[in-house]
């Protein structure tokens, strides 16, 4: 029994992916994974069809897509992605705590109104809303997988 929760812990990332709605209701992006840690993000929509090219890798509960945009200088998409694994959907991680009260920080000093600044919370979930359509609609949008590559 401890081998099969053992087994079964082992997060499969290699397939397709896309987006869960069409921003705006027309630009979606697919994310191809191969089992080579080759990693393909199509950005399409409004005459754009744009292929970026670069290596994936898993670190704890993150996968980290790298871009390498020497190597590709057509990529849309350069340096690092990074998303949440979540069972079969990839999510945008979290703003870091860190990182947000460095930005408060140097708006005091700035002697900007921090009283206009949004709480960690709501900064956080007004990041990963997107619009679903041009009404105004705006939703949590993330990658869901949408094909299996069984890896040998």
């Known amino acids: 029994m401890l081998l099969t929760l053992?087994?079964?812990?082992?997060?499969?990332?290699?397939?397709?992916?896309?987006?869960?709605?069409?921003?705006?209701?027309?630009?979606?992006?697919?994310?191809?994974?191969?089992?080579?840690?080759?990693?393909?993000?199509?950005?399409?929509?409004?005459?754009?069809n744009n292929n970026s090219f670069g290596n994936w890798k898993i670190d704890k509960d993150t996968l980290v897509i790298f871009f390498d945009s020497v190597k590709n200088r057509n990529n849309k998409y350069q340096g690092e992605?990074?998303?949440?694994?979540?069972?079969?959907?990839?999510e945008n991680p979290p703003f870091q705590k860190k990182k947000y009260y460095e930005l408060v920080e140097s708006l005091k000093k700035t002697g900007n109104d921090t009283l206009k600044i949004l709480t960690y919370r709501k900064l956080n979930k007004m990041m990963n809303q997107n619009m679903k359509n041009h009404y105004g609609k705006i939703g949590k949008q993330y990658f869901k997988k949408i094909e299996f590559i069984e890896c040998k």
């Open 81 to 90: 992605l990074k998303f949440l694994i979540k069972r079969n959907k990839l």
């Open 6 to 48: 053992i087994s079964c812990s082992e997060k499969i990332v290699s397939g397709k992916y896309q987006t869960n709605f069409n921003t705006y209701g027309m630009f979606s992006r697919t994310l191809t994974l191969d089992c080579n840690g080759n990693a393909i993000l199509n950005f399409r929509g409004d005459l754009q």
